[in-house]
């Protein structure tokens, strides 16, 4: 009898140790997947916001060059070649903008007033007023990256 209870208790001590084994093999494999997945949003999160960021940097010089020209009565054909450039990096903002407010809601604000700044360089009355949008521009970038950075 006492041979048997020694088994059974064996038996049992080795399915409970398997049982054991199993769960924290599962817990083992669950934090690591959730340490993937959150490095991997990290990953899509800064791409986002670097993707804006060089984005918005184009459109602004893109604007700059254009208004310059402008104001200057450039060139009619330079103009257009000008303001061409600046509609393409415009839509280039659209993605990488719409990108940043869902995978980083906390920077939306931040993100659209970087945005907005960039397109605030159209029309400027003149030289002056050109370069100091310019310069808030460039400050409203460097707000969002700092943003990014302490969300990051």
């Not at 999160?45 to 060059?65: D, G, I, N, P, Q």
């Not at 450039?74 to 995978?103: N, W």
């Amino acid at each position: 009898m006492e041979a048997v209870v020694t088994s059974v208790i064996a038996v049992v001590g080795t399915l409970l140790g398997a049982l054991v084994a199993g769960l924290l093999q599962y817990r083992l494999t669950r934090r690591e997947r959730v340490a993937v997945q959150a490095a991997d949003l990290r990953r899509e999160r800064l791409a986002a916001v670097t993707a804006l960021v060089a984005a918005l940097a184009e459109h602004r010089r893109a604007m700059w060059v254009r208004e310059d020209l402008r104001l200057n009565d450039a060139d009619r054909a330079a103009y257009e070649q000008a303001r061409a450039t600046s509609h393409a990096t415009r839509a280039a903002i659209t993605a990488p903008l719409t990108a940043v407010k869902i995978l980083v809601p906390a920077l939306a604000e931040h993100a659209g007033t970087a945005a907005r700044a960039t397109y605030g360089l159209r029309h400027a009355a003149d030289a002056a007023v050109l370069d100091a949008r310019r310069t808030e521009a460039i400050e409203a970038a460097d707000r969002l990256v700092a943003a990014a950075a302490d969300a990051l």
